[in-house]
């Protein structure tokens, strides 16, 4: 079973992402475990961090970093009555 794409991001401190899924749902997503990765470093810096769209339902920076939608909705904790859940 395909995730829902993502329909609205928003960056938060600390390397959160609040994203909002076209089912409605309400998650964070924390980037910083993918920092280490040679194409995720370039997020390190926030003017990067805060460079980016979302392309076919899913995140996509500037510099070519990217992960899947998958990925966003599985490692992501929900968001209810704003908090974490």
């Known amino acids: 079973m ?3 794409d993502i ?7 600390d390397y ?3 994203i909002t899924f076209e089912n ?3 998650r964070i997503f924390d980037i910083k475990p993918y920092l280490k990765y040679p194409v995720f470093k370039p997020l390190k810096d926030e003017k990067e961090f805060n460079s980016y769209k979302i392309v076919d339902g899913t995140i996509e920076w500037s510099c070519g970093a990217d992960l899947s939608t998958d990925t966003f909705y599985i490692e992501s904790k929900a968001l209810k009555n704003n908090a974490i859940m």
Do not use: C, F
């Not at 329909?7 to 401190?13: E, M």
């Open 2 to 4: 395909k995730s829902p």
């Open 7 to 13: 329909i609205r991001a928003k960056v938060l401190d």
């Open 16 to 18: 959160l992402i609040h």
């Open 24 to 26: 409605g749902e309400e």
